[in-house]
């Protein structure tokens, strides 16, 4: 069984930053998609971001319209990590961050594909 544990939300001005962390336990491999979802108030919970393993070499990362240029997403497969920088914040990035998996290498933004969850860190943005 695989856990999954978010930190590093928390509150901040706009246009500044923070960077979430998302630890993963159990065994998961390292050939599968993680990414991160966010979800506000009476909204539906988004992608924000995922990455995928190459089939070659290295991952390849999908990003919302509304964080590209601002967000990156990364990972640490030995450390079994996954990290969302967020620099320039928005007001409406304010919402519950949620790292999520699945075991499967492509990535979707479909939140029903995602078996493994966590159990979200708050983002606030004012």
């Known amino acids: 069984d695989v856990q999954l544990v978010e930190s590093g939300g928390g509150s901040v001005q706009a246009g500044g930053s923070l960077r979430l962390s998302c630890a993963a336990s159990?065994?998961?491999?390292?050939?599968?998609?993680m990414g991160w979802f966010r979800q506000a108030p009476g909204k539906e919970r988004e992608r924000v971001a995922t990455?995928?393993?190459?089939?070659?070499?290295?991952?390849?990362?999908v990003y919302a319209d509304s964080v590209k240029g601002r967000f990156t997403i990364s990972r640490d497969t030995a450390k079994m990590m996954v990290y969302l920088q967020m620099n320039e914040l928005k007001p409406e990035d304010t919402a519950v961050y949620y790292c999520?998996?699945?075991?499967?290498?492509?990535?979707?933004?479909?939140?029903?594909?995602?078996?493994?969850w966590g159990q979200g860190t708050q983002v606030t943005v004012s």
């Open positions: 999520a998996g699945r075991t499967v290498r492509g990535c979707t933004a479909t939140v029903s594909q995602y078996p493994y």
């Open positions: 159990g065994y998961i491999g390292s050939n599968y998609c």
């Open positions: 990455l995928s393993p190459a089939y070659s070499s290295g991952n390849y990362a």
